[in-house]
T-cell receptor, first 114, second 114 residues
Framework: KQEVTQIPAALSVPEGENLVLNCSFTDSAIYNLQWFRQDPGKGLTSLLLIQSSQREQTSGRLNASLDKSSGRSTLYIAASQPGDSATYLC?????????????FGTGTQLKVEL | GAGVSQSPSNKVTEKGKDVELRCDPISGHTALYWYRQSLGQGLEFLIYFQGNSAPDKSGLPSDRFSAERTGGSVSTLTIQRTQQEDSAVYLCASYPQRGNTEAFFGQGTRLTVV
């Protein structure tokens, strides 16, 4: 059974700092890995999707890497802003029967302070 | 609208009552997933629909839970004889096609069983 772990569970940083969120998974037979953002009381917003054959993806100030063999992914946020404050979730998909069922980590709660 | 729409956004029900939660996926999206987000449990897969194929119900926690998808579009998740442990946020996600694509999530329905 796939297990996804995120470290740290919570993080507080001053505005402008670069930071790294970590995600690890136990089964390397993944189809893709996604990073999501969740604001309080809201749904999930997809940030980056990394296919199993890729090593990294970039979008603006966000960069996500994937090391499938070691079961790890990192989300790098450059020049953090208060608006980045949210819970960040990683999720891995194992393609079974044509589906993209996601197994989620428990998230990292990020607070960026002025 | 352009996104995944869920209704109601909040639902308070008495223990033992039945509830129906609705999801309108993005038009043209062929795959639809239901997840549950409970305190201390993270996000768990419930059920998945892909086109006209039989749904994958492997994540449903008990036979009190059922879901259907009519006309390949709107989906309804029904919980019969609700229990307090059913209290959670129920999230719906849709995908544009089979394969390696990102998930689009709705805002969720917060269910409280009293």
């Amino acid at each position: 059974k796939q297990e996804v772990t995120q470290i740290p569970a919570a993080l507080s940083v001053p505005e402008g700092e670069n930071l790294v969120l970590n995600c690890s998974f136990t089964d390397s037979a993944i189809y893709n890995l996604q990073w999501f953002r969740q604001d309080p009381g809201k749904g999930l917003t997809s940030l980056l999707l990394i296919q199993s054959s890729q090593r990294e993806q970039t979008s603006g100030r966000l960069n996500a890497s994937l090391d499938k063999s070691s079961g790890r992914s990192t989300l790098y946020i450059a020049a953090s802003q208060p608006g980045d404050s949210a819970t960040y979730l990683c999720a891995v998909a194992r393609l079974t029967g044509g589906g993209n069922k996601l197994t989620f980590g428990t998230g990292t709660q990020l607070k960026v302070e002025l | 609208g352009a996104g995944v729409s869920q209704s109601p956004s909040n639902k308070v029900t008495e223990k033992g009552k039945d509830v129906e939660l609705r999801c309108d996926p993005i038009s043209g999206h062929t795959a639809l997933y239901w997840y549950r987000q409970s305190l201390g449990q993270g996000l768990e897969f419930l059920i998945y629909f892909q086109g006209n194929s039989a749904p994958d119900k492997s994540g449903l926690p008990s036979d009190r839970f059922s879901a259907e998808r009519t006309g390949g579009s709107v989906s309804t998740l029904t919980i019969q004889r609700t229990q307090q442990e059913d209290s959670a946020v129920y999230l719906c996600a849709s995908y544009p096609q089979r394969g390696n694509t990102e998930a689009f999530f709705g805002q969720g329905t917060r269910l409280t069983v009293v």
